[in-house]
Structures are given as C-alpha cells and as structure tokens.
C-alpha cells in the first residue's frame, strides 16, 4: 500500500490546461444532457443553439476561448467543443438544418455567429460561461467540475496492489474505496484528520446505496444467481453428467477440451456477460475432469468475452462504439457512415485479434509460462485445480455435487436448459431494441448493419441476460421435477405473466417490479403445489422431489456471497473514480508524451491505462473517442497512412486499449464473471491472466500499431503473419509443455 501511495504522488503533475479542457468538455455534456432530460428553466447553451437554429437553417459557429481573463488558443479546448456540438448536431439531425464550427463555406446563406466561453478556473474547480449574439448562459446551470490531481489515482493503485500482493480482494477493493471516499470528503471541505468519518459513512450512504438500488445491478446479481443455480439444478439431475460424457467422445484431452471451450466463447459473441457465465459454468465440469487449472479455464473464458465482442459485427457493443466518434466524421470531412468506417477499423484492433490468437496458440501447443505454468501443472500433476488457500467464488458443494441415483443422466437435461438461456436472451435483446416492431413497419431496415446493431444497442444490457438465465433456470426445473413441481411452475409463470402490466404500475417499475413478479409467481407456484398433493398421480420417470430440486438450485447459488460482494465492490470503486475523475488525470498525465507520428501508439497505451484503472471499457471509449477523430485527421497528413487512414488507425486503437482493461482489470467486472462462472480465485485468475495480456498488448504495439504508421500497405494479414511468429518464439522459448492426464 505505501508503494501504490508514494507512486501517486511522485507521479509527475498532469499538465493543468489539459485538465482544465476535460471538465470543460464534461460540462458542455452536462448542459446537453440536461435539455435531453428536460427543459430547463434556466438559460441553457444548447437551448440558446435551439433558438438559433430555429431562426437560421445554415449556421457557423464562430469559438473564443477566456481562461482566467485571458484569451487562449488550445486545441484540447477547441477539440471538447467540437465533440458536443457534433454530438448535439446528431441529436437534433432530424431537425434539419447545419450548425458547425468554424467560418463559413462561402455559401452566401450560412450566418456566422459568435460563441464566446469564459472559463473560470480557480483554485480546483471550473466554471464556465457562455454567450452568444449578447445572450449569455451558465454552462450546466453554472455549476462547476473539479480538477482532479495526482490523488485521483490513489484508489485503483491501492486497491490493485492490495489485491495483488496479499490475495485478500474484498479487504483490498474495500480500502480503495474507502480511500476515494475519504478523498471526496476532504474535496467537499472535510479536515484531512477527521475526514475518515464522513468517508467511511458515505462508502454505505452514498456509494453502497447507489449501487443497492440500480436496476442494471441487481438484474446482473439476479442472472448470476439464476445462472449458477440452473448449473446446480442440471448436476444433480444428472445432465451435467451426461452432457460431459458425450463431450468426452469429442474432447478426451487437455488441447481438445480447451479448444472446444474457445470455440464456444467465439460462438457466444453477442454479449460479454453471457459468454462470460455461459462458457465458463458450462465448461467447467469437463476441465475439471481433465485437471485443467481454474486459472486457465477463467483465462479462456475471459479472453473470449470482451475481445469478441468489442469485434464482432452483431453485439451489444458495436452501436455504442459507433454512437460515440459517428458524429465526428462529417467534420474532418469524412462522409462515410460510421458504421464503413468501424469495419474498415477492424483490421486495426490488433488486440482483440491477437488475444484471440493468443489463447490458440496456448492451447494448440500445450505450452505456458508465468503463474499460469505453475498453475497448470499444479492441477495436472498434484489435482489440485485451486491453489490451495485460494477461495472459489463458488460453493465447494456445487463442484462436488453429484447425480442423483435416480436420475439416468440425460444430457438434454443441460442442452435444453442452456440453449434456452441463449434463445430467450437473443429474443429480449430484439424485443426490447424494438426489433419485432421494425419486423412489422419496415423489415428492410433489419437487413443492413446500421439498421440491426441499434436494436441491439438498445435491447442490450442486464435485463435480456437476466430474463434469459431465469427461462433457463426455469426450464431445468421443469425438466428435472416431478408432475406437480411442472404443474406449480406452469401455473405460476402464467400468472406472473398475466399479472404484468398490473405489477409494473403498483410497484412503479424498477427492482420493485421484479419482487411482485417473484411474489406473484411464488404464492401461485406454492398454491398450485399444495392443492397437487391431494391428487392422485403416478409418476413413469425419475424426477427430483420440490426439496432436493430446492437444495439444488441452493447448492448452486447459496454460497455466491463472496460473489457478490465482489461485484459490488468492483461497481462501487469504479463509481468512486468517475466521482474523482480519475480517467481524466490518466488522459491529461500521458497526453502528448509522444511525437503526433505515435499517435495510435499513445491513444492504444492511455486507452490500456485509463481501463486497467476504472475497469471499464465503455467509459474509456466515450472520454477518449469524441476527440479522435479531430486530432487523427489533422496528424494524419504527416504519415504513410494519410487523414482517414489515421482516423481509422486511431479508432481502432482507442477501441482496443478500453478493452484491454476490460479484459483483464481486477476492478473489471467482466473479471470477476470469469472468476465466478470458472470458479477461480479471483486474484489468481488476474495474475496468470496479466503476463499473458501484458506480452499480447505488447505484441499488438510491436506488430500492428507502430509499422501500420510507417509502413505504407501494412495488412493484417502481414501484421498476423508476425504475431504468430512472436507468440511462436515465445510460447516455444520461455513456455514449457504439460502433461496430459486421463478424465478423472
């Protein structure tokens, strides 16, 4: 912990104007999304632009800048202004009409208008206002945003050192956000010397609460919950079982196996979550059987989530990666959608590309180094698949649960269950994207990129993924009970769903919503149940009785505690580093450390940094990728590459570094998932996961980023043809092969 401290505050200053610009960009946001959310009564930026555009089809903003009382000429200013008034620009598209920055094109019906700012800076906090044509308006309702410093670092610094050195993950996630609270309470006026107190009472008020009472949180702990007690169901009723010996007949080695579970995650790629849950519970009992360490069951898990993903063409991702630098494009004079230009990226996302690489060639040749070496021939040779005082985030009876004597071991009891989780998820993502709409008023629109991915921009998140696992778990029930559990469960899902819109409205939505459901479904379940067992019935199959399946399902899920605690943690450290802005002093501290020719390079190491530290990859995109697109074009003229090849370059950059932190970030709750569903110690499934992320970024940097700048013609296949003779060199001059093992 001393180190991380001394670090963050040895750590050189970040340079202040560019501080400075960032919270002038978070404000302009501000103000735009408070007219998005309501009319302000106040005097609004954007609504003034409203008014003037509504008196004027054609207008060009004309920018001054005051800092301080003196008038400058910054580019990062210039850049965060541009990236608002494009965004705006987007939003109000259908308006018709053109407001841009910058004189006129000479086109006699285009009005030049003065947009003046006054940014106020004292001390550390930033105000602005802004006025237009004698009409003046304070920039978010005239508050102000802070200037991070080096302490906005300490948070994420402790806390991934804590965890690194001493294994002890919730102590250690506990302290930094302990530590950024502290931090909060002392910005807000606190004595350093008693601002402990209030630091420690808001980690409950503020920050636990906020994450307590998100609709998006507790639908993520509900499809973990449902998840893994679906595993317990399927175990004890034998399709686990079954499902793993007909595996068996395909994947009877260490390479086999592996290779199928990296095939699955390639399969799952609409969604990080789901494959994460999916592939790692699903493959578990086969690995486990073949002595493969948790730590590498979790590294493929992981590194076929994110990476997939962030690259494939029909994810929840793809739309809000486009959504966030689309807007730019018209700008730097780039007319073609946003969507042209993130496939002509995607020869640039060396990283993903690589990762998946990466885990191939760990598996095709047998070969590890690092932890994940002694990892692996700690469970192939002594069969210990955790290292001993390692804790699973799983209950120890979910990984020893066995068949029930009755149940034959029928692997459609674990296909149907699982398939179904897929389907459902798939359905919801559409349904809530308004899919089924589209499919009624204009099918067309599906058949295109940028018709389809918005659904799924809109359809994604916790919701689909959650319905999905609760189907699932559901059906296995189903599958594996008696007559009268089918009977009590069909009865009890009508009725929940009857009772829908009825529910929503008494219990205003939300996380209310789903106990009335659950409520709902409960008392008719157990009515039905009850009334059941006075019926005369035979049964002609083996099933599970209510209490075993109950005890199941508990097996599975009653020990996620730890779990969940983990994610809570992991949610509440990243919201105390949005508070201290810690992603903004990691862009203003490596900002402009390297010549305009680097830029990829820097955007791709500031893009690993700022996620590694916030464990979150779409934060990262939406600070970096706004001003991209501006800054590679005007860079792009100097190099082999040209404007819109460095645009494409620098997209692509900044879309791999944000995942890499996503990937393999303590603080990441994509981590964490693998961990959960692969049932690894958290912190060792990130120290054997680290050197191999480290070397594939590295390789990214030496393969891809740096020649595709000087080398004019540089493919992918060519960077490809390279990665595979490092990674080769690597695997076979430092890794050292383990031994198969026959299935336990």
Known sequence: MGVAVCGALLWPQADRSELVALAFGHLLSDDLDAIEQAAPARTSLFRLLDEIRSESDDTSLIASFELDGDTIREPAFERALAAQINRYAELRREAGGHLGLGPGDGNTRTESTELRFEIVSRGDRVAVTAAIENRVAEVAGGASRGIPGRSALLPPLIAIAIALVTRRTLLALFVGIFTGSTLMA???GSAPLTAALPGLRDVVTVYLSNELFDTFRIEIIGFVVALVAMIGVMTRAGGVQ????????FARSVRSALLLTWGMGLLIFFDDYANCMLVGSTMRPLTDKL???REKLAYVVDSTAAPIAGISLLSTWIAFEVSVFSAQLPEVGIAQSGYSVFLQALPYRYYCWFTLLFVAATIVTGRDFGPMARAERRARIEGLLVRPGGRAPISEELSTMEPAAQMPGDPWIAVLPVSVTLLVTVLRIFSDGGGFELLRTAPATLLSLEGLTPVLLEGGGAAPIFAGACAGLGLAIFLAGSTSTRLALAIGAIGAYAAGDRVVELSAGGVGSY??????????A???????RFSARSQQRPYLNAGELFRAARGGAGALGFAVVLLFEAWMIGAVCADLSTADYLVALLSGTLPPVLLPLLLFSVGCAVSFATGSSWSTMAILLPNVVGLASALGPETALGAFGMVTVSIGAVLDGSIFGDHCSPISDTTVLSSVSSGSDHIDHVRTQAPYA??????AIACGYLPAVFISGWSLGVAAACAIAVVSALLFGVGR???DVEPA
Do not use: D, N, Y
């Open 694 to 699: 480290i070397a594939t970024a590295a390789i």
């Open 737 to 739: 092969p383990l031994p």
């Open 186 to 188: 002392i910005e807000r």
């Open 515 to 524: 106990a009335a459901h659950a409520l709902v479904f409960v008392v008719l």
């Open 526 to 532: 157990a009515a039905m149940g009850w009334v059941s």
């Open 291 to 293: 002595r493969i360490s």
């Open 242 to 249: 079954g499902l793993v010996e007909r595996l068996l007949g």
